[in-house]
């Protein structure tokens, strides 16, 4: 079955990285490729290069992605591109390797998903807090700053921890943020105050 040889590939391509211990479990096809990954560049002593690769695949357009993950483009210029790619990124030998794996498999799709599950392991290998805060215009670094500067001073961030911030965008929610730190998710969206007037208005008085 497709999960079976997905399963036996990744083995095979981190084979000598079993008594590495990932600093967090991940799920789903992409946690699975985003671990191979990260243990083979441990084992290899490469994971500072390795981290970059992964940082320039995750700036990698949309677009691209998707061209690569195409059904229309036959498998074997699907390898082409991927090598072109490698060289035009510069990357590491073992993402090149990696990647190659991805295209032979019919996964080049989960890219996205895959270095996120990525730098979600580099993030607890550094035992960073990782907070993610969603709004519906791009905030600047000073609005940032104060959020983290919120959460430090509300107890959610322990002290002297190492902090990275991600700001997404998403008009959906109308305004105000979504922040979500470790597993708390504080909902100050618009979005969500008029959900929460929409349901009250419509239960029986």
């Not at 919120?150 to 979504?178: H, R, T, W, Y």
Request: positive net charge.
């Amino acid at each position: 079955t497709p999960a079976r040889a997905t399963s036996s590939l990744l083995r095979s391509y981190a084979t000598a990285t079993k008594e590495v211990v990932p600093p967090a479990q991940l799920f789903g096809i992409e946690g699975r490729y985003a671990t191979a990954l990260y243990t083979a560049a441990v084992k290899s002593s490469n994971i500072p290069k390795v981290e970059q690769d992964v940082q320039k695949l995750a700036s990698l357009p949309a677009e691209t992605t998707s061209l690569l993950a195409s059904p229309l483009i036959p498998s074997s210029q699907k390898g082409q591109a991927v090598k072109s790619l490698v060289q035009k990124l510069g990357l590491q030998p073992i993402t090149g390797r990696f990647l190659d794996l991805m295209a032979e498999n019919g996964r080049l799709e989960t890219i996205p998903k895959t270095c996120e599950g990525f730098q979600t392991l580099m993030s607890s290998s550094k035992g960073e807090v990782k907070i993610v805060v969603t709004s519906a215009t791009p905030l600047e670094k000073s609005k940032l700053d104060n959020v983290k500067a919120s959460l430090q001073k509300g107890g959610f961030i322990p002290s002297g921890a190492p902090v990275k911030v991600e700001s997404k965008v998403n008009a959906d929610i109308l305004g105000g943020l979504i922040v979500e730190v470790g597993e708390n998710t504080i909902d100050m969206s618009v979005g969500s105050k008029m959900a929460r007037i929409t349901q009250a208005l419509s239960e029986p008085i």
